[in-house]
């Protein structure tokens, strides 16, 4: 039964992908964005839902969810600095003979710099703050995290970006077959491609706690590893579908705009509900997610992540994962 429902998990996440990467361009296209602006404001922050659920779910189940809250708020950015960024440039290399630009990424290298140059202060001074016992501080960091996102989005769209001239394929739910499609037909596709991808993560977290208990897993290895894995998917397998469309803005900033967003509103909110008092596997979690990080803003600026790089995001991913074990 287990492996059936981890299957029906997947089958609505990808579903849920499909759907939601057709609404999100038409949305942007209604909206007159570009391809960054769709990608790491209405994509990332969309599919960013199902694993900022976890954490609040957790804190309103008592003082014993607070660990599984904290590892699951730095357990995301680890794995879209990591796991995302791996499949990302796995899926370049897997479509090159079928992309214009082979294993090259062409994203857009402005929004590229604003995105991880956003990400790597703001996510290191969120990790600083879990190393200091001062709620007064946190609550200044709260403060600070909060209006610095309101920054990023002011910056994001900004007048200047250039509007998608490509046509997205036609609206799955445009049974009318208008051109443009209506803004019912638009929204609901949205809610019901965002409704799956909940619904499929959430299935699919379900379904890892229980083979997590069977086999001995402390809860913050849980949360850090196998939860965000989980709720990370929609990002992922959305931007394998853009890259191998080859509209790699959307699928790089599909990533590095949910990983803006997970460095200062989820940590905004355990720095205000909880103790914020960091663990060495969350600390661990956290510094490897930044190296993530930064290897990805130096190949996405060159333009190339090639099988070194695919190595090397690996092994971080690989370290966490021995971390962790070890030290359950």
Request: proline letters at 5%.
């Amino acid at each position: 039964m287990t492996v059936l429902l981890l299957l029906a998990s997947f089958v609505l996440i990808i579903g849920g992908a499909i759907l939601f990467t057709n609404a999100v361009e038409w949305a942007g296209r209604r909206l007159n964005l570009g391809e960054g602006p769709v990608g790491s404001l209405l994509a990332a922050v969309g599919t960013a839902l199902p694993e900022s659920l976890i954490p609040i779910v957790a804190v309103l189940a008592g003082a014993e969810g607070e660990e599984v809250a904290i590892g699951a708020i730095i357990g995301a950015p680890f794995m879209l600095g990591t796991l995302a960024m791996l499949l990302m440039a796995g899926a370049a290399l897997a479509y090159s003979k079928s992309r214009d630009s082979g294993r090259e990424i062409n994203a857009d290298k402005r929004a590229v710099r604003r995105d991880l140059g956003f990400f790597l202060p703001c996510f290191g001074a969120g990790l600083a703050l879990g190393l200091v016992d001062s709620k007064p501080l946190h609550w200044v960091g709260v403060a600070g995290l909060l209006l610095a996102y309101g920054y990023y989005v002011r910056r994001t769209v900004k007048k200047g970006d250039e509007a998608e001239e490509e046509e997205p394929k036609p609206l799955y739910f445009d049974w009318t077959k208008d051109d443009p499609p209506s803004t019912f037909q638009l929204v609901l596709q949205l809610v019901v491609g965002l409704l799956m991808i909940v619904g499929g993560a959430e299935l699919f977290v379900e379904e890892l706690k229980k083979v997590a208990e069977s086999v001995g897993l402390a809860p913050l290895a849980l949360s850090l590893v196998l939860a965000p894995l989980a709720t990370e998917l929609p990002e992922k397998l959305n931007s394998v579908i853009w890259i191998r469309k080859g509209k790699d803005s959307l699928a790089v900033g599909n990533v590095t705009g949910a990983m803006a967003f997970q460095a200062t509103v989820p940590i905004a909110f355990g720095l205000a509900v909880t103790e914020w008092d960091l663990e060495p596997a969350a600390v661990v979690a956290g510094v490897l997610g930044l190296v993530g990080g930064a290897l990805a803003l130096w190949r996405l600026r060159v333009g190339r992540m090639g099988p070194a790089a695919v190595v090397a995001w690996t092994g971080l991913f690989a370290a966490l994962v021995l971390f962790v074990g070890v030290d359950s």
